[in-house]
């Protein structure tokens, strides 16, 4: 029997055609002279704008990128042998959007909204929100205040995240850098079960379909799909489609923002969309640059990375925000926020290329990864000397902030120390003390994949390892005592890891985790 | 670089000196049948802009497209003159923009009927005269005949369309019903 949809029955569609006014218009039209590479030159479409979307004879859309004098430039959102020479192209008048609501939560979804994980249609209400929108201005914003915890050590320890941050995670390939993404993600999972969600947009940029594949599996195995979305743009999708997957993205997470609530966009990678990007323009023939990336590829990032923001919390501000979609502006509230990591590939550790420089620049700081590190078991590969934070430390616990207030400086030091004792000189007792604490945090320090910790096990356990409680425990078990401990904390005070969580740290606190460390180090003692 | 300011300078200047040599209808075939064969003979304006072709080639080709023997002095002239300037890979545009730029100063409009079966030649001096009176202009007709509109008729008039072809309207009813 074939499927039959409620939107079918006879009454609903009677409805819909009483409402379905038979208006005979004139449309716009032009003719396709030339298609090549996912771009086509149009001949005709006088009146047509930038960035609107316009709808090729066979059904298959396109969007205005090129106004020129004597032709339109359109990119192809859809195969290029769908679209032949002499083709009429109508315009839709309407500007490239995205159909963006709760229904995507769970979803693996392209670049027009339209799902590829064969799970039917998106259901519930939808929006329309404008794939190209400004970014809220100045009075709209509120600085960040609001920790958004990735459950690494490393990263809420040293370089804390604030809602409506732009982080950057930048390293060389295989450096773990999706899975510090990934791992974020599942650590909202408390937050959604306690009623505070943070929505998750993966948008994942000229990969490998099976590379999809499995990160929505593990996602779905960790239970964090329910409140995540990923939005994919493979390899074998159209450029156009790759340098716009980012843009629809967070047309995603602003529908959630603009309606109060919080959202995590993850873009994995900007390169690849930077070099897709390059690809849609060399064709439309703009005058290449550096690296041969045209004159916007900057202005391609900044207003896309713009767009995070953390809102005002005042309603009735919030609510007469610049550039609001018409879609959703009964249902705007303010306090939302769009937090974006933003991910960079290297090559050979170079910083300094093009790309990697803008984005640095544009964003609120960087998470940078090493393959020296990855290499030597130091997880996640994180280099705490050039890794930043800009913003995010106001947005820290109190009492992260307190137990990690030297953290950042001791593993500085320690590196540099460690180097020189690579020439095996002789150290005296202050530096050997200096190079065993360091020695003791990284291992602290290190973490496995899908194992985020919350807030309360953080601060927990960086407190021995600043406080050099570890100091009797060799530095290939640390990580068993990390186990131990934080057993013990949850079986013997889930009171004092509860008041950690919440930010509070007092002498009573921090006795009961000074005696625990003491007394479990004991037992470590060689 | 900015292509497109190419062909509609070049168009002009042709326009201007068809003008003053009173050969500006003569060009305005030419020109019309020269973009109607780039559009049709694939692989022409790869031809053009190929740089290890010959220049006599390229004007064999361009002659012939532009209607052979039959092309006027002013066209020869011109497209001997595109040649020496290399810019023979902009040729379709600079004849699409010399047709557009005729059909303006001469207030024409290129108006195209399409529909599933023939239409009796009453009816296709009704539209004309309905644009005709409409527009205060005069009309280029043609027609097309495809089956696949179903019934109706689709009106082109320059870059504007009036679709009421059967086909058309279900299209509608179908973005409407929202499938």
Same mark, same amino acid.
């Given at each position: 029997?074939?499927?039959?949809?409620?939107?079918?029955?006879?009454?609903?569609?009677?409805?819909?055609?009483?409402?379905?006014?038979?208006?005979?218009?004139?449309? /716009?039209?032009?003719?396709?002279?030339?298609?090549?590479?996912?771009?086509?030159?149009?001949?005709?479409?006088?009146?047509?704008?930038?960035?609107?979307?316009?709808?090729?004879?066979?059904?298959?859309?396109?969007? &205005?990128?090129?106004? $020129? /004098?004597?032709?339109?430039?359109?990119?192809?959102?859809?195969?290029?042998?769908?679209?032949?020479?002499?083709?009429?192209?109508?315009?839709?008048?309407?500007?490239?959007?995205?159909?963006?609501?709760?229904?995507?939560?769970?979803?693996?979804?392209?670049?027009?909204?339209?799902?590829?994980?064969?799970? =039917?249609?998106?259901?519930?209400?939808?929006?329309?929100?404008?794939?190209?929108?400004?970014?809220?201005?100045?009075?709209?914003?509120?600085?960040?205040?609001?920790?958004?915890?990735?459950?690494?050590?490393?990263?809420?320890?040293?370089?804390?995240?604030?809602?409506?941050?732009?982080?950057?995670?930048?390293?060389?390939?295989?450096? =773990?850098?999706?899975?510090?993404?990934?791992?974020?993600?599942?650590?909202?999972?408390?937050?959604?079960?306690?009623?505070?969600?943070?929505?998750?947009?993966?948008?994942?940029?000229?990969?490998?379909?099976?590379?999809?594949?499995?990160?929505?599996?593990?996602?779905?195995?960790?239970?964090?799909?329910?409140?995540?979305?990923?939005?994919?743009?493979?390899?074998?999708?159209?450029?156009?489609?790759?340098?716009?997957?980012?843009?629809?993205? &967070?047309?995603?997470?602003?529908?959630?923002?603009?309606?109060?609530?919080?959202?995590?966009?993850?873009?994995?990678?900007?390169?690849?969309?930077?070099?897709?990007?390059?690809?849609?323009?060399?064709?439309?023939?703009?005058?290449?640059?550096?690296?041969?990336?045209?004159?916007?590829?900057?202005?391609?990032?900044?207003?896309?990375?713009?767009?995070?923001?953390?809102?005002?919390?005042?309603?009735?501000?919030?609510?007469?925000?610049?550039?609001?979609?018409?879609?959703?502006?009964?249902?705007?509230?303010?306090?939302?926020?769009?937090?974006?990591?933003?991910?960079?590939?290297?090559?050979?550790?170079?910083?300094?290329?093009?790309?990697?420089?803008?984005?640095?620049?544009?964003?609120?700081?960087?998470?940078?990864? $090493?393959? =020296?590190?990855?290499?030597?078991?130091?997880?996640?590969?994180?280099? &705490?000397?050039?890794?930043?934070?800009?913003?995010?430390?106001?947005?820290?616990?109190?009492?992260?902030?307190?137990?990690?207030?030297?953290?950042?400086?001791?593993?500085?030091?320690?590196?540099?120390?460690?180097?020189?004792?690579?020439?095996?000189?002789?150290?005296?007792?202050?530096?050997?003390?200096?190079?065993?604490?360091?020695?003791?945090?990284?291992?602290?320090?290190?973490?496995?994949?899908?194992?985020?910790?919350?807030?309360?096990?953080?601060?927990?356990?960086?407190?021995?390892?600043?406080?050099?409680?570890?100091?009797?425990?060799?530095?290939?078990?640390?990580?068993?005592?990390?186990?131990?401990?934080?057993?013990?904390?949850?079986?013997?005070?889930?009171?004092?890891?509860?008041?950690?969580?919440?930010?509070?740290?007092?002498?009573?606190? +921090?006795?009961?985790?000074?005696?625990?460390?003491? +007394?479990?180090?004991?037992?470590?003692?060689? | 670089?900015?292509?497109?300011?190419?062909?509609?300078?070049?168009?002009?200047?042709?326009?201007?000196?068809?003008?003053?040599?009173?050969?500006?209808?003569?060009?305005?075939?030419?020109?019309?049948?020269?973009?109607?064969?780039?559009?049709?003979?694939?692989?022409?304006?790869?031809?053009?802009?190929?740089?290890?072709?010959?220049?006599?080639?390229?004007?064999?080709?361009?002659?012939?497209?532009?209607?052979?023997?039959?092309?006027?002095?002013?066209?020869?002239?011109?497209?001997?003159?595109?040649?020496?300037?290399?810019?023979?890979? %902009?040729?379709?545009?600079?004849?699409?923009?010399?047709?557009?730029?005729?059909?303006?100063?001469?207030?024409?409009?290129?108006?195209?009927?399409? %529909?599933?079966?023939?239409?009796?030649?009453?009816?296709?001096?009704?539209? %004309?005269?309905?644009?005709?009176?409409?527009?205060?202009?005069?009309?280029?007709?043609?027609?097309?005949?495809?089956?696949?509109?179903?019934?109706?008729?689709?009106?082109?008039?320059?870059?504007?369309?009036?679709?009421?072809?059967?086909?058309?309207?279900?299209?509608?009813?179908?973005?409407?019903?929202?499938?």
């Amino acid at each position: 029997m074939p499927d039959i949809k409620p939107s079918e029955i006879s009454n609903v569609l009677k409805m819909q055609l009483d409402g379905f006014k038979q208006k005979l218009e004139f449309e /716009e039209i032009g003719k396709v002279l030339q298609v090549s590479d996912g771009v086509a030159r149009v001949f005709g479409l006088e009146k047509v704008q930038s960035n609107e979307l316009v709808e090729f004879e066979g059904g298959t859309m396109g969007v &205005v990128l090129n106004l $020129e /004098e004597d032709n339109v430039g359109v990119v192809l959102l859809g195969p290029t042998e769908s679209v032949k020479e002499g083709f009429t192209v109508k315009r839709t008048k309407r500007i490239a959007s995205i159909m963006a609501g709760e229904g995507m939560l769970g979803r693996v979804i392209n670049v027009l909204g339209e799902p590829i994980d064969g799970k =039917g249609p998106i259901g519930g209400e939808t929006f329309e929100m404008p794939l190209e929108r400004k970014a809220p201005g100045v009075i709209f914003r509120q600085p960040v205040n609001e920790p958004l915890q990735t459950g690494l050590k490393a990263i809420d320890a040293m370089i804390p995240i604030g809602r409506g941050q732009r982080e950057l995670i930048i390293g060389d390939r295989q450096t =773990g850098k999706t899975a510090i993404a990934i791992d974020t993600i599942i650590n909202q999972k408390k937050a959604f079960q306690d009623g505070k969600p943070i929505y998750c947009i993966y948008v994942g940029i000229g990969q490998k379909g099976s590379t999809i594949a499995n990160l929505v599996q593990t996602l779905e195995e960790h239970g964090a799909m329910d409140y995540t979305i990923v939005l994919s743009a493979t390899a074998s999708n159209p450029a156009a489609m790759q340098f716009y997957a980012p843009y629809a993205g &967070v047309a995603i997470a602003e529908y959630f923002r603009d309606t109060g609530r919080h959202a995590l966009i993850i873009y994995d990678d900007l390169s690849k969309q930077a070099v897709a990007y390059r690809e849609v323009s060399l064709i439309l023939r703009r005058p290449p640059g550096r690296e041969a990336y045209p004159g916007d590829i900057f202005y391609l990032h900044s207003r896309l990375l713009e767009r995070a923001a953390k809102i005002i919390s005042n309603d009735r501000v919030a609510r007469r925000m610049n550039d609001l979609p018409d879609s959703i502006k009964d249902k705007v509230k303010g306090g939302g926020s769009i937090t974006a990591l933003p991910i960079i590939e290297t090559k050979a550790g170079d910083v300094s290329a093009y790309i990697p420089t803008n984005v640095i620049s544009i964003t609120d700081g960087q998470i940078f990864l $090493e393959s =020296g590190l990855f290499n030597a078991g130091v997880r996640p590969a994180i280099n &705490v000397g050039i890794s930043v934070s800009r913003v995010g430390g106001n947005a820290q616990i109190k009492s992260m902030k307190k137990v990690a207030g030297t953290l950042k400086l001791d593993q500085a030091q320690y590196r540099e120390l460690e180097a020189f004792t690579k020439f095996g000189s002789e150290i005296d007792a202050a530096t050997q003390s200096v190079l065993d604490k360091g020695a003791r945090n990284v291992e602290i320090l290190k973490q496995g994949q899908y194992a985020p910790l919350t807030a309360a096990q953080l601060v927990a356990i960086i407190y021995c390892g600043t406080n050099g409680l570890l100091n009797d425990v060799p530095v290939a078990r640390v990580s068993e005592f990390e186990r131990q401990f934080l057993d013990l904390m949850g079986v013997k005070h889930p009171d004092v890891l509860e008041q950690l969580g919440q930010g509070v740290y007092n002498d009573t606190l +921090t006795d009961v985790l000074r005696k625990e460390a003491e +007394t479990l180090a004991a037992t470590f003692k060689q | 670089m900015n292509h497109g300011k190419i062909s509609i300078r070049y168009a002009r200047a042709l326009y201007e000196y068809a003008l003053e040599h009173q050969e500006d209808k003569a060009v305005y075939a030419d020109m019309q049948m020269l973009a109607r064969t780039a559009a049709e003979v694939k692989g022409m304006t790869v031809f053009l802009a190929n740089p290890a072709a010959g220049r006599q080639d390229k004007l064999n080709l361009l002659q012939e497209a532009s209607g052979g023997k039959k092309t006027c002095a002013t066209t020869r002239h011109f497209l001997e003159f595109v040649l020496d300037k290399n810019r023979e890979s %902009s040729m379709q545009m600079i004849a699409l923009m010399y047709a557009k730029l005729y059909r303006e100063k001469n207030h024409i409009r290129l108006g195209q009927v399409t %529909s599933a079966a023939e239409l009796p030649a009453r009816t296709l001096d009704k539209i %004309s005269a309905f644009i005709r009176d409409n527009y205060h202009v005069s009309v280029e007709m043609s027609t097309r005949i495809d089956p696949a509109i179903i019934g109706g008729f689709i009106l082109d008039i320059d870059d504007n369309r009036f679709d009421a072809s059967i086909s058309g309207q279900l299209q509608k009813l179908n973005n409407y019903a929202g499938h």
